[in-house]
């Protein structure tokens, strides 16, 4: 038998901390021994905030949430490949692979541009639209990879073209790829470096040619899926447009004439890395063998009597001058002298292309 324990015991065996506030000391006096952390350093994405500089931005993210289609949901079903010979399938899958240089190195290169936009500490809804876009190039890679897919599985590049012209697609491919990565060297770089208003000019340029792109094309296809496709990546370009409008209305007024130069020679920069897709590639940035750009008209001239929807050079010369003039119409006011665009008719000042300023995305 145990002998019995005295009330001294019992109490430490069953101790619990006091729940006398008296005992613990008040947020007063913990107050009183704070200190700061150190300073937040630049480029740290904390702390966070969630200011709102532009309202108009935030109502088109709202608009945006839901972008009412999906990549998956296109009648792809439609698309028969038995329809088409070998080389209109190569041609056509030829320029899903051209496009794709532009667009499906949307999701990386608008992704970068939003972490940028957290680490620079960009104003809330300017992050959330480069998240949409973010999503939006997604979609429109889908579109990309699916029409190639489909049109030759195992491509843009593992599968093995038949006939000369489907070799030449190929080959020709790989040098696209081979300038998409000089251009996301480029991109990488410059991207940090340049203010919102430098980067937004430079991304309306590239939002402004690719709806103008993608609303051509959808006149012009006679196959229901691209009809289609063109349409909703379209109405994604136009929206991405008015994104880059809404913000530019607040800071083209502030621009300083350090900014206004820069802008100059990115104008430039976006007219020749653009053209690769909208017009033909020119000399500038470019590096492709003699053989690429007359195997390119070939290929597009099979793939526009396929039926895919690929305007005429003289076509796109004139959407092209049309798209840039826009943009000329809307900088002028601003001070922003144009860069001279001989390749379209455009008269302006004559920049030297450097890699450097090579951030235009699509
Ligand atoms: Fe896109
Ligand atoms: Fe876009």
Redesign the pocket.
């Known amino acids: 038998m145990t002998a019995p324990q005295n009330a001294e015991t019992l109490a430490a065996q069953t101790r619990v901390p006091s729940s006398n506030p008296t005992s613990m000391p008040d947020a007063a006096t913990i107050l009183y021994d704070t200190r700061d952390p150190p300073p937040f350093k630049e480029g740290n994405i904390f702390p966070l905030e969630w200011r709102v500089e532009t309202p108009k931005m935030l109502e088109i993210y709202d608009g945006a949430r839901d972008p009412g289609w999906s990549p998956n949901k296109l009648p792809w079903a439609t698309l028969d490949p038995k329809a088409f010979t070998a080389d209109q399938r190569y041609a056509m899958a030829y320029w899903w692979s051209l496009l794709s240089v532009?667009?499906s190195s949307?999701p990386a290169v608008f992704a970068r541009a939003m972490i940028h936009t957290y680490e620079a500490h960009e104003e809330d809804p300017v992050r959330k639209c480069f998240f949409s876009?973010t999503r939006?190039?997604v979609?429109?890679?889908e579109v990309c990879q699916r029409a190639i897919q489909i049109l030759t599985p195992g491509g843009p590049l593992g599968y093995e073209p038949s006939t000369p012209l489907g070799k030449l697609g190929r080959n020709n491919t790989l040098w696209l790829y081979h300038n998409g990565g000089r251009y996301w060297d480029g991109y990488k770089k410059a991207v940090g470096r340049y203010p919102l208003a430098i980067l937004f000019t430079s991304f309306l340029m590239g939002?402004v040619s690719?709806a103008t792109l993608?609303h051509g094309m959808y006149q012009k296809t006679t196959i229901p899926v691209f009809k289609e496709a063109f349409r909703c990546?379209g109405k994604?370009?136009a929206r991405?447009m008015g994104i880059c409008l809404a913000i530019l209305d607040r800071l083209l007024p502030l621009l300083t004439d350090e900014m206004r130069e820069q802008i100059t020679r990115q104008l430039r920069a976006g007219y020749v890395f653009l053209s690769g897709v909208l017009y033909e590639p020119p000399e500038q940035f470019w590096e492709l063998p003699d053989t690429w750009r007359p195997a390119h008209r070939m290929l597009e001239d099979v793939a526009r009597d396929a039926g895919l929807g690929i305007l005429s050079l003289d076509e796109r010369r004139e959407n092209w001058r049309a798209a840039v003039l826009k943009m000329k119409g809307l900088l002028e006011p601003h001070g922003v002298e144009f860069p001279a665009i001989p390749e379209v008719g455009i008269d302006g000042k004559t920049v030297a292309f450097n890699p450097e300023d090579m951030i235009p995305v699509?």
Do not use: I, P
Request: no cysteine; net charge negative.
């Open positions: 532009f667009d949307g876009v939006d190039e979609n429109h890679e939002e690719a993608f990546v994604d370009e991405h699509f």
